[in-house]
């Protein structure tokens, strides 16, 4: 399965923070903001990536991620010209794609809960149509969003809609089949101008191969693309961090548990990142594995 990581868009909720840098590269806490979004499809078992973002900021996530080599993973970089919507990212990313799945993730969303692996490895294993996450939200006229029948099954999907029949907002990640590049083709710019992620959802709903998957109670997902949102995602990461002493979107440490790099590699990208105390980290990890024998 292929990944594509979305971050591009001018970032205007959050000026003048993103007049000369990209939302993305940001800090959530301890670390730039697409680290998590890259670590969840990471978990996902995902290695080959394609960046989206503006031609201004491809230099800024080149130097940040390189080639993705270091992390056993391969990352290549496409530009968005216009934020002409989320579905755009398909017929952009349509030779990387070739004949693969995809998973999409919005490059300003953050999980973290118990499971997602799990979870996540499930929705790579559906080899047809498409797996889609929900959570509840105060707040659902911001999202795409999905409502379902008495029996759970999903039956409508709206983007942004302005009286939401439910409370079950899309979240930003996606996992689909080979026909995503062929579905998005099909699709029509949206009243707001945009080629919608909710209209390629919908046509699986409307082919009945569209599965969601519901986030419960215990997990987090979190849109950093403002301000406050920004604040809050960066305290929710210190107070797990610092509490149970390990990381959230560590991609060093999920490379690493992958099997993706070894410990000499480990410990080599810990080396230059010692004094911010992420390296004492990652070289934690390797004395812990150290301690315990092999796992």
Known sequence: MKGIVLAGGTGSRLHPLTIAVSKQLLPVYDKPMIYYPLSTLMLAGVREFLVITTAADEPGFR???GSGEQWGLSIQYAVQAEPNGIAEAFLIGEQFIGTDQTALILGDNLFHGGGLPEMLQKA???????????QEVSDPERYGVVSFDGSGQAI??????VSPESNWAVTGLYFFD??????AKTISPSA?????????????LQAGDLRVGQFGRGFTWLDTGTFDSMVSASEFVRVIEQRQDTKIGCIEEVAWRMGWI????LAELAAPLVKSGYGRYLQRLLTA?????PS
Do not use: C, H
Request: no cysteine; aromatic share 4%.
């Open 124 to 134: 790579v294993t559906n080899t047809s149509g498409a797996t889609v996450f929900a």
């Open 289 to 293: 594995r150290s301690a315990n024998g």
């Open 178 to 183: 080979q026909q995503v590049v062929e579905i």
């Open 192 to 204: 707001r101008g945009e080629l919608e992620i909710a209209s390629v959802v919908d046509a699986y």
């Open 156 to 161: 409508k999907v709206e983007e942004k809609p």
């Open 262 to 265: 070894s410990d000499a590699q």
């Open 63 to 65: 130097r940040l991620l």
